[in-house]
């Protein structure tokens, strides 16, 4: 059974199409507990799994938003027409490498890539893939990388920690340290 | 002219390094450095044949593995024993590196990437304009609205100077005509003021008339977004 709070939060994940953090739906319902919307966005999730329909209540970049099943892919891409541009595999494994080492500066990205990046990261930045977190306390304080929300949004992660871990390289870890 | 391809197959010498050691069907922990070695330097000769611009990258990590190789092929004692580990270790630590994030990278690319395997919701905020509520609109000042005008102006009549002469168009007269808008379109935006094929008198009258029924409160001009073209509305 719905109380109105769960309505209420439900039409806001409708209508705002980005995902909405709990703190961003308490600051529209600031008479509310933090708590208890946490708790209808969790109760909100497993209800529309449960209803089997072709979108879900998905949780992304720290917080929920409604997304279509992956079932439904060709379909709503014939909706759209086009397909969307992906990342060239050097951007991808760029990007990768921001994601798991930031903050990250440049030299760093191109020392494990072993080619520059230079033009890669520029487009990262302005597709809003990664942004400028700070910089190093070295000399010539060089510029380190970070990735975005939007990042997380693309790829279907909650956060950055549901990264899924680097596979650790089992031939080389068995005694070759010492 | 010359036709130079940006190698997309192999984007540096760690990806060229670990195609061949799968083609190898070998482990990174033991390269046969020897094979490996001439099948690196085969590849670069065919991509200078190809005329494909060889990176500096490519030829750094060449001269590494044939001295690497050449180390290996010279009869051995203790101590070369523990360079050549080290030479190996040079360069299989970063190809161990780089093929993590590889595999990490394939592993990002297969999941559920937005707009190609789930969609979201369509954002309709653009829509807001909004008619009553002007929450996310603000008020224009006379700078803005001046900015606003300058534009029109610079559109229609790019190169002049303004000069204020005897008026041919009256203010009035287009007081009126834009209350008589307003009140039958309700919301009526700036650009559609101005007919395109006004004369530079009529502009300026129009953009006077505007600034004379704001001030009188007649009027409330909002803005969507900085940018967006100014909305004009009765207040009553």
């Keep these: 059974m719905n109380d109105s709070l769960t309505l209420i939060v439900e039409s806001l994940l409708f209508a705002a199409g980005d995902p909405l953090t709990p703190r961003q739906i308490h600051a529209l319902l600031p008479e509310r507990d933090l708590k208890e919307i946490k708790e209808i966005l969790i109760a909100l999730k497993a209800e529309y799994e449960g209803m089997?329909?072709?979108?879900?209540?998905?949780?992304?970049?720290?917080?929920?938003?409604?997304?279509?099943?992956?079932?439904?892919?060709?379909?709503?891409?014939?909706?759209?027409?086009?397909?969307?541009?992906?990342l060239r595999r050097a951007a991808l494994e760029t990007l990768t490498i921001i994601a798991y080492k930031q903050p990250i500066m440049r030299q760093?990205?191109?020392?494990?890539?072993?080619?520059?990046?230079?033009g890669i990261?520029?487009?990262?930045?302005?597709?809003?893939?990664?942004?400028?977190?700070?910089?190093?306390?070295?000399?010539?304080?060089?510029?380190?990388?970070?990735?975005?929300?939007?990042?997380?949004?693309?790829?279907?992660?909650?956060?950055?920690?549901s990264l899924p871990t680097l596979k650790e390289i089992e031939e080389l870890d068995n005694g070759e340290e010492e | 002219m010359t036709f130079t391809a940006k190698l997309d197959l192999?984007?540096?010498?760690?990806?060229?390094?670990?195609?061949?050691?799968?083609?190898?069907?070998?482990d990174l922990a033991d390269i046969p450095i020897a094979t490996i070695t001439d099948q690196y330097l085969e590849y670069l000769d065919l991509m200078k044949a190809l005329d494909i611009n060889v990176a500096g990258e490519f030829l750094v990590m060449a001269s590494t593995l044939m001295h690497l190789k050449s180390k290996m092929l010279l009869?051995?004692?203790?101590?070369?024993?523990?360079?050549i580990e080290e030479l190996i270790e040079e360069v299989v630590g970063p190809l161990r590196e780089y093929k993590q994030f590889k595999e990490a990278a394939e592993g990002l690319a297969s999941r559920n990437i937005l707009?190609?395997?789930?969609?979201?919701?369509?954002?309709?905020?653009?829509?807001?304009i909004g008619q009553e509520?002007?929450?996310?609109?603000?008020?224009?000042?006379?700078?803005?609205?001046?900015?606003?005008f300058k534009k029109v102006m610079a559109k229609q009549f790019p190169d002049t100077v303004l000069r204020f002469k005897a008026e041919t168009w009256s203010i009035k007269e287009k007081i009126a005509?834009?209350?008589?808008?307003?009140?039958?379109?309700?919301?009526?935006?700036?650009?559609?003021?101005?007919?395109?094929?006004?004369?530079?008198?009529?502009?300026?009258?129009?953009?006077?008339?505007?600034?004379?029924?704001?001030?009188?409160?007649?009027?409330?001009?909002?803005?969507?977004?900085?940018?967006?073209?100014?909305?004009?509305?009765?207040?009553h």
């Design chain 2, 133 to 148: 509520n002007h929450g996310t609109t603000s008020r224009v000042n006379l700078f803005e609205l001046m900015m606003a």
């Design chain 2, 177 to 235: 005509e834009i209350k008589k808008r307003v009140e039958r379109q309700k919301t009526l935006y700036f650009s559609e003021l101005f007919s395109p094929k006004g004369s530079l008198s009529e502009l300026i009258a129009s953009f006077l008339a505007l600034l004379e029924l704001v001030r009188v409160g007649f009027l409330a001009v909002y803005q969507p977004k900085p940018g967006d073209d100014i909305m004009l509305e009765a207040l």
């Design chain 1, 121 to 161: 990261v520029r487009m990262l930045l302005k597709k809003g893939l990664i942004r400028v977190v700070g910089r190093k306390p070295l000399p010539g304080r060089p510029i380190i990388y970070g990735t975005t929300k939007r990042f997380l949004e693309i790829f279907d992660l909650k956060d950055l920690s």
């Design chain 2, 115 to 128: 707009a190609r395997d789930v969609f979201r919701r369509a954002s309709d905020a653009y829509l807001m």
């Design chain 1, 108 to 118: 760093e990205i191109e020392r494990i890539r072993g080619v520059d990046v230079g």
């Design chain 2, 10 to 26: 192999f984007e540096g010498p760690l990806d060229l390094l670990l195609h061949l050691v799968k083609m190898n069907e070998v």
């Design chain 1, 52 to 86: 089997k329909r072709s979108f879900t209540l998905v949780e992304v970049a720290e917080g929920y938003q409604f997304r279509t099943l992956p079932k439904y892919k060709p379909y709503i891409a014939n909706l759209f027409g086009s397909t969307p541009t992906h």
């Design chain 2, 75 to 83: 009869p051995k004692q203790e101590q070369d024993l523990e360079e």
